[in-house]
């Protein structure tokens, strides 16, 4: 974790920042728990790259533009009236986003989708007018066609622009450069009909020649310089249009688990860099496309990097955009919204000498039920579940063995769930007093398990997709505790891989395995990993290996493990699984 101090000096005069305008709004992230898991989509990606630019300083406050939901009329310009209808069913979104349907709150989803288009469009229209570049972070929907949706994207929102536009009186070329590691299927169908769309793209996956698009098929791995070549030979094609779109896709870097190219961050910086000077005069809207890797928020933040100020500075590789957030949010909360502080009264001090019974529990000493609902409140948890369907939260909190208990429910369908339940304790690991969490379980109990979803080990109920979440939420209030860690032991793969943002194991070999076991099974969904690693069907060296439930701490001070013992491990162990 890095603080943002020094950074935000370094950054704060950016001399070449532009006047771009960034489409942005905390809805782009799809309420579908079971995305993270299923599917390998970071659903935050917007967020943090918002965060970043915002917090970074590349692009001013004033530029965050709030886009609206389109509307069914334009939606109906490009897209039949089947797959209209058809979005307004579970099992039709559940497809594209490959999930259970018992996981798609509908009113929702759509809701996310059609801001995105509303971005797209809003975006379209404020570079006509501004001439200045426009950034959309959801969006690049391109593998939509009129009447058939697929590939996670239900709609094609720059079609849709193109034709209302159109509609609305825009004459003149207008060029869509579609950088995403695959196929612009979706655009070359809905854009058949109009003469006056120029679509070049570069993939790295063959899927044929596609009517009206100038497509260069990419060979597996290509990586930057060859990369760059390419790029430069179909910029030299592209007519100097009235209009561009620019998909900037983040599946081009090595390790996406869809995309096929090779590209370094540094790579897909350059790639930015190179179009937004070729496009410099030219009103040019930015979208993200794909992008399934952990780096892929950074390739989209560099995006917003390159368009607002042509900047090629590197965002740090161990910045964690969610512990700076949850940082500031922090900072903005005052103890005593978390606890009961201040002068005692008169009946505090008869609780504490033992003559009136406590009215308060207070969990570790410090939070009291409101102050948790508060923070779960200021950290975005209550609208995150609100949108998966959950309402009226309430926190309880109790005495559980060892330690203490914490657990928030609300209400759906007439009825109250268990949501999230913790079991934390002070405790002393390796000479640090740290928070130790003894339980955690975050719970989706509307979701059910499917083929899509099978039950992961240790799970009675479907989880949130919040596990990020409520880990950084943990560590925050470790420092506010005065302790110097978060610690807890994963009974399983997924657990670990769900934390391996914040938390290391303590034993450093332990995480060098830990680290060689995440790089071997990249290209397994997580799922089957996880599934696989406890059914001891994945061998180390050989051999079959069995889970080490070891202890993994999230270090708030330093970190005492030492990274050279890490990586002599990393290097020296080798997983191989067999999925035949
Ligand atoms: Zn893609």
């Not at 799809?30 to 995305?35: A, C, D, H, N």
């Amino acid at each position: 974790m890095l603080g943002l101090g020094p950074l935000v000096t370094r950054l704060a005069s950016w001399l070449h920042r532009r006047d771009v305008s960034v489409w942005y709004d905390r809805l782009y992230r799809l309420p579908l728990s079971g995305i993270e898991a299923t599917a390998g989509i970071e659903p935050r990606r917007a967020d943090f790259a918002a965060w970043w630019l915002g917090a970074s300083g590349a692009v001013a406050s004033g530029a965050f533009r709030r886009p609206h939901r389109i509307s069914y009329e334009n939606l109906a310009r490009v897209h039949a009236p089947e797959l209209l209808e058809s979005l307004g069913r579970p099992e039709a979104l559940a497809a594209i986003f490959s999930v259970d349907p018992s996981d798609v709150p509908v009113d929702e989803v759509m809701t996310t989708v059609r801001l995105a288009c509303g971005g797209t469009l809003g975006a379209a229209r404020e570079t006509l007018h501004t001439r200045a570049p426009a950034l959309n972070l959801l969006g690049g929907f391109h593998h939509a066609a009129p009447a058939v949706a697929g590939g996670l994207c239900p709609v094609n929102d720059v079609a849709v622009a193109v034709a209302t536009l159109r509609a609305e009186g825009l004459r003149g070329e207008v060029a869509i450069l579609d950088l995403d590691a695959h196929p612009p299927d979706g655009l070359s169908a809905c854009l058949a009909d109009d003469p006056d769309v120029w679509i070049g793209s570069l993939s790295g996956s063959d899927w044929g020649p596609l009517p009206r698009a100038d497509e260069t098929a990419l060979p597996e791995g290509t990586a930057d310089d060859a990369y760059q070549d390419a790029l430069a030979a179909l910029l030299s094609r592209m007519p100097r249009p009235r209009l561009a779109f620019v998909i900037a896709g983040g599946d081009v870097l090595a390790g996406d688990r869809f995309g096929k190219l090779g590209l370094t961050l540094r790579g897909a910086r350059d790639r930015d860099l190179l179009v937004a000077a070729e496009l410099d005069g030219v009103p040019s809207v930015w979208l993200p496309g794909g992008g399934y890797s952990d780096q892929a928020w950074r390739a989209l933040a560099g995006t917003g990097m390159a368009v607002a100020a042509a900047s090629r500075e590197e965002i740090p590789a161990r910045y964690d955009p969610m512990s700076a957030r949850f940082a500031r949010v922090s900072a903005a909360l005052s103890p005593t919204e978390l606890t009961e502080t201040g002068d005692l009264t008169a009946e505090e001090i008869e609780e504490d000498l033992g003559i009136r019974p406590r009215r308060q529990r207070l969990v570790l000493g410090f939070y009291t039920a409101a102050g948790i609902e508060h923070a779960f409140y200021r950290y975005g948890v209550f609208d995150h579940l609100e949108r998966l369907g959950y309402r009226q939260f309430r926190a309880e909190l109790d005495a559980q063995g060892a330690g203490e208990r914490i657990r928030i429910l609300g209400q759906a369908g007439g009825q109250e769930h268990l949501l999230v339940e913790a079991v934390l304790e002070r405790r002393s690991v390796a000479g640090v007093d740290v928070l130790y969490v003894h339980w955690l379980s975050l719970r989706n109990p509307r979701a059910s398990f499917s083929d899509v979803r099978p039950r992961l080990p240790g799970q009675e109920a479907p989880g949130l997709g919040l596990a990020r979440e409520i880990g950084t939420m943990l560590a925050r209030m470790a420092i506010r505790l005065g302790l110097g860690a978060v610690v807890f032991r994963p009974a399983h793969y997924h657990t670990a891989y769900a934390a391996r943002h914040a938390f290391e194991f303590v034993d450093p070999a332990r995480q060098g395995r830990f680290e060689a076991l995440v790089r071997d099974l990249a290209g397994v969904p997580l799922l089957e990993a996880t599934i696989a690693v406890a059914e001891g069907k994945v061998r180390m060296d050989g051999a079959p290996y069995a889970w080490e439930a070891d202890e993994m701490a999230s270090w708030l001070r330093e970190s005492p493990v030492e990274p050279g013992e890490v990586e002599r491990e990393r290097e020296r162990v080798r997983f191989t699984y067999d999925r035949g």
